[in-house]
């Protein structure tokens, strides 16, 4: 049982560069998430997905877009990166939406350096 | 508008101290559910504890024990007999309003645990 997935483990793009972030999960979880942890900062929510076709705007949302095609996929897309994006991204899952019934499991994140 | 805080930014104590992390959530919401994460040196988020907001008889699992008071809007974590493995940062999200929002951080609080 791998849990959530993130990859990559790191990335370094240049600025206007394009990239996807690719987080699966494989507990069948309805609700997915991104987070973005800066130093100081604690984790701020991105995207959020209440089920497949489904998602919805978090705190941070400017700069990333999301899809949810499948239950267990929810990749997070940077169009033009910019060096404000240089963080580490975390993707998570819940049993029922936004961690109220279940905890969130979490991947090992993402750590992307935009130059 | 919610608020969770954690005014300790970091905390230092010897080996075997009884240590409390603070953390406080104001919120207008009378249905919610609060949470601790633990992020160790090597990066990975991990769940510690959930606590509805209807709950307030103090937990202990094992060295670990949480207070929780509705009252104050606060909800402590303490640890005895601290360890060095215990060194992580730590982290209080409430879930606000029980919806799909996500799990709102707290911005941590540095823990160190000197031999």
């Known amino acids: 049982n791998a849990g959530v997935t993130q990859t990559p483990k790191f990335q ?75 963080s580490v991204y975390f993707c998570a899952s819940s049993y029922s939406q936004g961690g109220y019934n279940s905890p969130l499991h979490f991947g090992n994140g993402t750590r992307l350096t935009v130059t | 508008a919610q608020k969770v805080t954690q005014a300790q930014t970091e905390i230092s104590v010897v080996e075997k101290e009884d240590v409390t992390l603070d953390c406080v959530y ?58 060095v493995v215990d060194s992580a940062v730590y982290f209080c999200a409430p879930s606000p309003g029980g919806g799909a929002d996500g799990l709102t951080f707290g911005k941590g609080t540095h823990l160190i645990i000197q031999p």
Not at chain 1, 44 to 71: C, F, K, M, W
Not at chain 2, 49 to 60: A, G, L, M, V, W
């Open chain 1, 12 to 86: 370094v793009l240049k600025t206007g560069q394009s990239m996807t972030l690719q987080c699966a999960q494989d507990m069948n979880h309805e609700y997915m998430s991104w987070y973005r942890q800066d130093p100081g900062m604690g984790l701020r929510l991105i995207h959020y997905s209440v089920g497949a076709g489904i998602t919805d705007q978090g705190e941070v949302p400017n700069g990333y877009n999301v899809s949810r095609s499948t239950t267990e996929d929810f990749p997070l897309r940077l169009l033009s990166a910019a060096p404000s994006q240089t």
């Open chain 2, 26 to 83: 104001e919120t207008r919401d009378t249905t919610y559910y609060l949470f601790w994460y633990k992020q160790p040196p090597s990066g990975e988020l991990v769940f510690l504890i959930r606590r509805n907001s209807f709950d307030e008889q103090n937990e202990i699992s094992g060295r670990y024990s949480w207070n929780f008071q509705k009252s104050t809007s606060s909800f402590n974590f303490t640890i005895t007999a601290s360890q």
